[in-house]
């Protein structure tokens, strides 16, 4: 026996340690998310511009290997190791289920990025020390998409609520069976909805069933929610608090506040040093994709324009995994299409729009007055989107950048406030260097995603 080998692991520490690199990896935050989706979606802007024409969508090829790495092997190596120590023990099938479902939501994360990826030969090993297989072959995103549907609906019924659970190791629940079947089940509606124009004979009988089930996350309580902490900070906070490059809101994210009155501006964005100054307290963002030679530092600078507001600069504020508001817009737009659902689309949306104000803190008086007046649902698919956008603004940029390519919506529009030509923004990430190199001949079988960020994922073709 070797004394350097650690023989006896906890699965909950596993778990444990999976979703906290997840939710804390500064890099995957900043340089994929913030510096990297949020600008390509327009949600924010810097305020010093692009170097040159051609590099208003540029991503780091270190950002791609980071992404690509933190969730094969940081987070779902160490779940599929959790996996394997609970898979033949009845008494731990509470926990088993448990990594099931966050694993589908990691495969889920990864698949909406990169369309065909490695899943069903993903942490093979080839020999009996357990060595991993570096060369997996890779599955399409019809395929993934199907047996994570099925997955999730598998991992949720297997619960028993007479046998243990993960309990305090578990970050986002403690181990609460309840609300991990629920957030399963939102998920699947979320995974549903997302192919339901592509593969509509897969997701409606889904939808039709969950919708009768009706057991999905049901207030802010049950949203799925990581406690950020002083020990496990949010990447946003990371950023600012060591003054790397935050990108500031953009004048399209001012605007799509500011067009229907929306009071959660004051939690999104902050007034300019200059407006306070005068008295106008007024909110300015920074134009996208800028030329920097085209600025003046007159009168773009950070005296005259809004920053962040510091709600979402916290150390310690809760990273989005899966809200109650989410699950209400999804209810909303299954509504709205006929799908199903208990409700009318509008009293969803209603639910949505109150969910996410709760949650941001937004007075009662404020929150009723926006859904009596500025607010009030118009009918239209656009409209549940472009609230289900601003849930996600500075919180989940993998959702928003999937939900814009889904639906096209929200309209972006560029610095002359004109529709952009949306057929110059990235639809996928490529393929990471560090998969080319060690995972060569199974990416060349897929026939795209080398060196391409243009050819669309499955089910947005």
Not at 4 to 12: G, T, Y
Not at 65 to 82: H, P
Not at 164 to 191: C, H, M, Q
Not at 234 to 263: R, V
Request: charged share 20%.
């Amino acid at each position: 026996m070797n004394p350097n080998v650690v023989m006896d692991v906890d699965p909950d520490a596993l778990f444990a340690y999976a979703q906290n690199r997840y939710h804390t990896d500064y890099l995957n935050g900043v340089r994929t998310e913030i510096w990297g989706l949020n600008n390509w979606m327009q949600v924010q802007a810097s305020i010093n511009g692009i170097s040159s024409a051609g590099d208003e969508y540029f991503i780091s090829g270190d950002a791609l290997n980071n992404t690509w790495s933190l969730m094969y092997s940081d987070v779902l190596g160490n779940i599929e190791e959790a996996i394997r120590l609970t898979q033949n023990d009845p008494e731990s099938i509470n926990k088993l289920s448990t990594y099931r479902i966050y694993r589908a939501y990691i495969f889920h994360r990864l698949t909406d990025l990169w369309d065909d990826i490695p899943y069903s030969a993903a942490h093979n090993v080839i020999n009996d020390e357990n060595q991993p297989d570096f060369s997996p072959s890779y599955d399409t995103q019809r395929l993934v998409y199907e047996d994570l549907i099925n997955e999730l609906r598998s991992a949720s019924a297997a619960f028993d609520p007479t046998k243990p659970n993960v309990g305090p190791e578990d970050w986002i629940y403690r181990g609460d069976v309840d609300k991990w079947k629920r957030f399963a089940n939102s998920l699947t509606l979320r995974l549903a909805m997302r192919i339901s124009d592509k593969a509509p004979d897969v997701a409606l009988p889904i939808i039709q069933q969950l919708t009768n089930e009706d057991h999905f996350i049901r207030s802010n309580q049950e949203s799925a929610r990581f406690p950020h902490s002083s020990n496990a900070r949010n990447p946003m906070y990371e950023l600012e608090n060591t003054a790397q490059g935050m990108y500031n809101p953009s004048d399209f994210l001012i605007d799509m506040f500011s067009a229907d009155s929306d009071p959660r501006i004051a939690r999104y964005s902050e007034f300019t040093p200059q407006s306070v100054v005068f008295g106008t307290f007024e909110y300015v963002g920074v134009p996208s994709f800028l030329l920097s030679s085209d600025i003046d530092p007159n009168a773009l600078n950070t005296f005259t324009t809004s920053y962040v507001g510091s709600y979402f600069l916290r150390p310690d504020l809760p990273g989005n995994t899966f809200s109650y508001a989410e699950t209400c817009f999804l209810l909303a737009e299954a509504a709205l299409k006929g799908y199903g659902g208990t409700m009318s689309a509008a009293a969803y949306y209603d639910l949505g729009v109150r969910a996410h104000m709760d949650q941001l803190g937004i007075a009662q008086t404020d929150v009723d007055a926006y859904l009596n007046g500025p607010g009030q649902f118009n009918g239209t698919l656009e409209h549940i989107i472009q609230q289900k956008w601003k849930t996600f603004v500075y919180t989940d940029a993998i959702e928003l950048y999937s939900e814009w390519r889904r639906t096209g919506y929200p309209v972006l529009h560029d610095a002359q406030d004109q529709p952009i030509d949306a057929s110059r923004v990235p639809v996928r990430l490529a393929y990471p260097a560090t998969e080319l190199s060690l995972n060569g001949s199974n990416v060349m079988e897929v026939g795209h995603g080398i060196n391409d960020f243009f050819t669309k994922v499955w089910w947005d073709e």
